[in-house]
């Protein structure tokens, strides 16, 4: 059975920074894109940021240059690195499990999420 199970999130101040964790288990977690997606109170899915089992990573413009994607497969855990956090990031952050090893494969399973707030 898939599990992604997030950690991390709390509240924080403009400005400042926070580090998610997903830890996965139930798949060959090197073998997969995996992805943060989050969802702002009131709104859709916004997709973050993606990674490839060999770490190549892609970001959503709203967070390019300030956040950081990372993997590491030994441990089976993603890791989602937010600096210069503004008060638009507020949303619950959801880890992401893609089909397969392709940025279109699309998404298949998702964690609980974790709730991350900016503000003074």
């Known amino acids: 059975e898939v599990q992604l199970v997030e950690s991390g999130g709390g509240l924080v101040q403009p400005g400042g920074s926070l580090r998610l964790s997903c830890a996965a288990s139930?798949?060959?977690?090197?073998?997969?894109?995996m992805s943060w997606v989050r969802q702002a109170p009131g709104k859709g899915l916004e997709w973050v940021s993606a990674?490839?089992?060999?770490?190549?990573?892609i970001y959503a413009d709203s967070v390019k240059g300030r956040f950081t994607i990372s993997r590491d497969n030994a441990k089976n855990t993603l890791f989602l690195q937010m600096n210069s956090l503004k008060p638009e990031d507020t949303a619950v952050y959801f880890c992401?499990?893609?089909?397969?090893?392709?940025?279109?494969?699309?998404?298949?399973?998702w964690g609980k999420g974790t709730l991350v707030t900016v503000s003074s």
């Open positions: 992401a499990k893609y089909r397969g090893v392709n940025w279109d494969d699309g998404m298949d399973y």
């Open positions: 139930g798949f060959t977690f090197s073998s997969y894109v």
């Open positions: 990674i490839s089992g060999g770490a190549f990573t």
